[in-house]
Structures are given as structure tokens and as C-alpha cells.
């Protein structure tokens, strides 16, 4: 197995041709926020948690440090979107609803100054949406040689889970 | 980032209960022979490696430690099918780690 996972990160698939899988991965909740506790603790935002209670619904709750205003806290309502297609390419998104669009300016101005900065490349944050571009998720990752064999991608949300669907079809 | 991945891996995987991994895998003949090869060298004695001549290299050392065979005796096996055809080795799957509610 680590040999055909090697194979797959240097780019070389020529062994492999024909084969045709569907990968669903559920990442759990407790996964997905010790990831995001991965960042630098000096940081103005006080908590950055995710959690997965309902089906296609992902509840992203975040405080931050404020000037003058003090701490602020926010619950936003993500719902996935988009699919990544080899060819036609398609970005992945977690679209907000309503939540950052009624928060201050100035909690949007330091999450776009600070969240952006530790985002990494790929993954951007603007009023209404985190948008995943796949494809340079992975060059910046150094894992672009697994993009040939990419055919499909996309997400999902279940109670307690983050889903990543992929189709992986090399030709 | 060890720290990190040691604890998903301590957790036996439990983060990514329900995975399921189904369709076609297809390997030619070249890559099944570089993992006969491989299986080979790993059945060897070291006092005997030297003279084999088709060397691959050791798997780097790693300080995280892992029990794939747990792994592979929780998974469930839907579908498990060998199969060949000129030049290629197929081997249809369906294999799934079980979700939390049926563990």
C-alpha cells in the first residue's frame, strides 16, 4: 500500500490505469476542530469552532477581540456546495446564510486581515462564503501530482461529520 | 504535526468512522511484479539482502506507531473480487470502516 501511495504522490500512475473508486471520508467533528485549534494561539480570534448537528447544515461559531468594542461573538450556518469536476474544474464552497453578512464591519475587516493570513492557499473567506479551489489546495500543498487522478470532488455535511466525496479515475 | 496524526491513529481512525472506499482497483503487471519484489525483500533475511539484486530501498523509520492489522480486522468487506485480464490485475472492492452507531 505505501508503495502505490508513493507512486500516486510522485505522479506516476501508469501502473494503475483503469482503476475507477469512490472514496467517501467522514471526518469527525472532533478532527476537524483540533484542526482548526492548530493555529497560533496570539491570534485576536478567542474561538474558532465548527460543529456538525444536522444533515448539509455546518454551524461555525467564532469570537473574536475587538477594539474598543470588546469581545464579539458570532454563529454562522454553513451549507456545502459545488463540485469540483476534472475538465470542467468547479470550486467547492460552505456558503453562509445570513450570518457574516449582518455582522460589523469591523469583524469582517479582521477576519478577512487575520483568517485570510492563515488560511492556506486555496481556501479564501469573503462575506458570504469559504470557497475551496481543489486544484491549488493541492499545489500548495505540494500533492498536485494526485490531480490527474482526481475525477470528481465534493462535500457534505452529516450530524457529527464533515464528508468528503471523491471519485478517483485514472485513464 | 506527529503529536497530531499519533492521536487520530491512537483513536484507531474512530475520526473517519463510516469511510468507505468502493469500485475498481487496476494494476499492471509491472507494478504487481515492484510489489512481489518488494514482499520478496521483506521475507529476506537482512544477513541475505546484498545479493539480491533488484534492491528496493527501506521504508524510512518513523517514530508514530500504528496497528494496521486492528484496522484491517475492524473493516467491514462488502465486496472483495480478484480478477485478470491481458497485462492487468483487477481487484473489485467494497470496504468500509463501520459507523459509530454500529460499532
Known amino acids: 500500500m505505501e508503495i502505490l501511495l508513493q507512486r500516486l504522490r510522485s505522479g506516476d500512475l501508469s501502473g494503475l490505469t483503469g482503476t475507477d473508486l469512490a472514496l467517501e471520508l467522514p471526518l469527525s467533528e472532533r478532527l476537524v476542530n483540533a484542526a482548526l485549534d492548530q493555529r497560533p494561539a496570539d491570534g485576536p480570534l478567542q474561538r474558532l469552532s465548527l460543529s456538525f448537528l444536522t444533515n448539509e447544515v455546518a454551524s461555525l461559531t467564532l469570537a473574536a477581540r475587538l477594539p474598543v468594542i470588546g469581545t464579539v461573538e458570532r454563529r454562522i450556518d454553513l451549507h456545502p456546495r459545488g463540485e469540483y469536476q476534472r475538465g470542467t474544474g468547479g470550486l467547492l464552497y460552505l456558503e453562509m446564510t445570513g450570518g457574516l453578512k449582518r455582522v460589523d464591519r469591523a469583524l469582517l475587516k479582521l477576519l478577512g486581515g487575520f483568517v485570510e493570513k492563515q488560511l492556506p492557499p486555496g481556501i479564501d473567506l469573503d462575506a458570504e462564503r469559504v470557497t475551496v479551489d481543489l486544484p491549488e489546495l493541492l499545489r500548495g500543498q505540494g500533492q498536485d501530482a494526485l490531480l490527474p487522478a482526481l475525477a470528481a470532488a465534493k462535500l457534505g455535511v452529516r450530524p457529527g461529520q464533515l464528508i468528503v466525496f471523491l471519485h478517483l479515475k485514472i485513464d | ?103
Not at chain 2, 497530531?4 to 484507531?12: M, P, V
Not at chain 2, 481487484?91 to 470502516?97: F, S, Y
Open chain 2, 1 to 103: 504535526m506527529d503529536a497530531f496524526i499519533q492521536d487520530i491513529l491512537d483513536r484507531e481512525l474512530d475520526d473517519f468512522a463510516g469511510a468507505r472506499l468502493a469500485g475498481k482497483l487496476s494494476a499492471s503487471d509491472a507494478l504487481v511484479n515492484e510489489l512481489l519484489g518488494l514482499l520478496r525483500q521483506q521475507l529476506t533475511p537482512d544477513s541475505e539482502r546484498n545479493n539480491m539484486t533488484n534492491e528496493v530501498a527501506a521504508s524510512p523509520d518513523t517514530e508514530i506507531a500504528f496497528d494496521l492489522s486492528r484496522l484491517i480486522q475492524r473493516l467491514r468487506i462488502n465486496t472483495l473480487a480478484y480478477a485478470t485480464e491481458a497485462g492487468r490485475t483487477t481487484l473489485e472492492l467494497d470496504v468500509q470502516l463501520p459507523p459509530r452507531e454500529s460499532r
